[in-house]
Structures are given as structure tokens and as C-alpha cells.
């Protein structure tokens, strides 16, 4: 089992380890962080700060929890809910197919629409490129599985987020665009329930991300085993990074659109857009292609990781109902092929409605939340091998009640959340 290596904890034992992490973080800084980070910073300025710290602080745990019960058990989270009960394992299936569909159409739409925006002379529309791109990664998935999925999302890691402080940063020299006489709104009512709930539902990723991350653990350990110690290292460096950057993307709308009386475009693709043009006029023209590349390299990285993630995690417990001992190569890359046809799909047939479809993803994701972080939980509350140290299990409980709280609270207010959403 993975979770016996015990080899010394080195620091060339903990960059072997890097993989996972950085691919759940390359898979989470898409939607939640490019758009709906940039988009609360642009319509609240630094007043939603808070909101995106505690909710990667109170998701910890949970995503956490999915590192620490592969590398010690030695099988994923969803054999863990398997070994619950097989209704957890079809509530996650379902909930992964309806995800996998609506998110991989959703962000593969949004990234057709940087390149469109990015190279105007292009005659291909939207769709044709959106469909381009899932051929991109289908190819590099083909190519190599999970050895060139890693590759990519390091290096799109790597150069994301040195091109996004670099912008942030020439962005904070030259200060706030205030209009001298905008007033400031206010987050905190019930009208901006909705924004708050899809802002919080993909940060930093919808939480089935976590059991996803858990089988890239189990691939990683298969082909490279590390410690348990050095896998943690690597979810930890993973989630920070992604936690920094949703952070830098507020920082991002903030201090470029923020109160600059220019009304903020909320569908996905026309946003981008309107936050490349803004840095064009802010800072000058020469900036367009930084931003469209962090735009570009954010999006891309969350379509082949959402190809590659949502395959597996469907292909996991369909496995597991059929009683397999386990899936291969060519059954797990026809569900690749599946994940990318049925987003583009979505994208053909509901192709005005996909920034509806989107915060429907973003909104179910918070919902469904509290019963994966639950389920996450009792996997590993009662572990023996590496126990969860008290604050561990403070942080956890905070997390829970967090969760709770806020779905309540929006369920309470459901139909006034949906319609101010928009």
C-alpha cells in the first residue's frame, strides 16, 4: 500500500512528488478564479477578500482529506464511499455526470472565446475552436495519460502565475480607478446571494474535485510511489498556489475596473473580454497579450484537466458497480472522448444559455458540497495510521458548519438568489 513508504523526506523526494497538486490547482483556477475572483473583485473591490480567504480555508480539509486517505489507504476516496454504501457511489456518479458535461461545455466555451478575442483575424467561430481545443486535449491525453497531463499542468502553473503577479502588480503601482464620486455597493444582502454562492461553489473547485485529485494520487503512486509526508507536500503546495491566485485575481478586477463607471459584463466569455480591454486602456496597449495569455493559460489548463479528471472520476465508480478489478487505458480514454463530446454538445445546443448553465454549475456545486465534505470527513476521522491532529478536526467541523450554513441560508432565499443572479 502507498501509504508504507517511509523513506526519508527529502527535498528532491518532494519535488518527485509534485503532480496531483498542481493539476488540482490547474483544474481549480479556471472559472472560480479568472472569472468569478476578477468579477468580485471588479464589483465589490476588496470587500469580498475575506469571503474567498475563509472559504479555501474552510475547504481544506475536505480536499485535504482526499491526500491523506489515498496515500494512506492506498485506494481512492471513491472506493472509500463504495465501502460506505453504493448509494453514495451513485449519488457521486450522477452528480459527476451532470458536472462533466456542463463544466467541460462551460469552460471549453470560455476558452474558444479568449483565442476569438485573442486573434481576431480567426474565421472559425466560437464553436469550431471550442471543438479544436477538446481535440488538443485528447490528443495530448492520448499521448501520453498521466505522465503528459502532469507536464502540461506545470508548466501552465508555472507560467500562470508569474504572468499574473506580474500583472497584478503593474496594476496595483498605477492604484485604483475610482470615479470620484462612485459609491461603493455593498456585498452583504440578500441580492448578492447568488454572485456569493456561485463565487464560493468553485472555490477553489467544486469539491467532487477533491475525489478527482484522490485518483491522480492513486495514478501518481502507481507509476512514482513518495511518502506520505512528500504527497501532502505536494496537495499543500498545489492548494496554496491556487489560494494565492484567487486572491491575485480579485486584485486583478479590483484595482482595474473597480468603480471605474464601466458596468461589469457578468457572461464568462464577454468578461474576459471587457477585463482584457480594461488592462489595454489602464496600463496600455502592450499588456493585451499578458492578459489574454493568463486568460488563455488559466481556461486551457482547466479544459484538459476537467477531460481528464471527470473521466476518471465517472470511470471509477462505474468500475467499481460492475464489480472490475480495474479500468483500462482504452475504456478510461473513451471516457475522455465522452466527457469532450458531450461538453460540446452543451456548447452546440444551449449555446446562448451557457453563462445560465454555468452558474447552475457553480450554484449545484455548493450545494452538493456539505455531503462530499461530510462523506471526505468520516473517511478519514476515525484513521489510525496518521490521525487528524486536533486542529485538523477543528478546522474540518468550522468547514462543515460553514458549508451548512451558507446552503441554508440559500435555500432559504432560493428563487430571490436565482433571480438576482444574473
Not at 471588479?42 to 474552510?58: E, H, K, V
Not at 464568462?268 to 496597449?285: C, F, K, P, R, S
Not at 449545484?364 to 455531503?371: L, N, R, S
Amino acid at each position: 500500500m502507498s501509504g508504507q513508504h517511509t523513506h526519508a523526506s527529502t527535498w528532491q523526494s518532494k519535488l518527485n512528488a509534485l503532480g496531483p497538486g498542481i493539476m488540482m490547482a490547474s483544474a481549480a483556477v479556471g472559472g472560480s478564479h479568472l472569472i468569478a475572483s476578477t468579477q468580485a473583485g471588479a464589483l465589490y473591490g476588496w470587500q469580498l477578500a475575506l469571503i474567498i480567504i475563509l472559504t479555501n480555508l474552510f475547504k481544506y480539509p475536505f480536499f485535504r482529506f482526499s491526500a491523506h486517505y489515498t496515500l494512506d489507504m492506498g485506494k481512492s476516496l471513491i472506493e472509500g464511499y463504495a465501502e460506505k454504501s453504493r448509494v453514495y457511489l451513485w449519488v457521486f456518479l450522477i452528480l459527476c455526470v451532470a458536472s462533466a458535461t456542463i463544466n467541460a461545455g462551460a469552460v471549453a466555451v470560455v476558452t474558444a472565446a479568449i483565442v476569438k478575442m485573442a486573434i481576431p483575424s480567426l474565421t472559425l467561430n466560437v464553436g469550431a475552436i471550442a471543438a479544436l481545443i477538446m481535440a488538443s486535449c485528447l490528443i495530448i491525453l492520448a499521448s501520453g495519460r498521466y505522465k503528459a497531463l502532469d507536464n502540461v499542468s506545470k508548466i501552465i502553473i508555472v507560467s500562470l502565475t508569474i504572468a499574473t503577479v506580474a500583472a497584478a502588480a503593474i496594476a496595483m503601482s498605477r492604484g485604483m480607478q475610482m470615479k470620484p464620486d462612485f459609491i461603493e455597493p455593498t456585498p452583504w444582502t440578500f441580492t448578492a446571494l447568488g454572485f456569493l454562492i456561485a463565487l464560493m461553489g468553485w472555490m477553489p473547485a467544486p469539491i467532487e474535485i477533491s475525489a478527482i485529485n484522490s485518483l491522480w494520487v492513486t495514478e501518481k503512486q502507481r507509476i512514482n510511489p513518495s511518502s506520505y509526508r512528500d504527497g501532502i507536500f505536494d496537495f499543500n503546495v498545489g492548494y496554496i498556489t491556487s489560494a494565492v491566485l484567487a486572491v491575485v485575481f480579485l486584485a486583478l478586477g479590483a484595482y482595474v475596473q473597480y468603480g471605474n463607471g464601466e458596468a461589469v459584463k457578468m457572461k464568462g466569455g464577454e468578461y474576459v473580454g471587457q477585463l482584457i480591454n480594461m488592462y489595454a486602456v489602464t496600463i496600455g496597449d502592450w499588456s493585451r497579450p499578458m492578459v489574454a495569455f493568463i486568460a488563455f493559460a488559466c481556461m486551457y489548463g482547466t479544459t484538459i484537466t476537467v477531460v481528464d479528471g471527470y473521466a476518471r472520476a465517472i470511470a471509477e465508480p462505474v468500475r467499481l458497480l460492475r464489480g472490475k478489478d480495474k479500468t483500462g487505458n482504452l475504456e478510461l480514454f473513451a471516457w475522455n472522448v465522452w466527457v469532450a463530446g458531450t461538453g460540446l454538445a452543451v456548447i452546440f445546443w444551449f449555446n446562448s444559455a451557457m453563462a445560465e448553465l454555468l452558474k447552475f454549475a457553480m450554484i449545484t456545486a455548493f450545494v452538493a458540497a456539505p455531503v462530499f465534505a461530510w462523506l471526505n470527513y468520516r473517511l478519514v476521522k476515525d484513521d489510525k495510521r496518521h490521525k487528524l491532529t486536533a486542529g485538523m478536526n477543528v478546522l474540518a467541523i468550522l468547514g462543515l458548519v460553514y458549508l451548512i450554513g451558507f446552503t441554508v441560508l440559500f435555500l432559504f432565499d432560493l428563487g430571490g438568489a436565482f433571480e438576482n443572479f444574473k
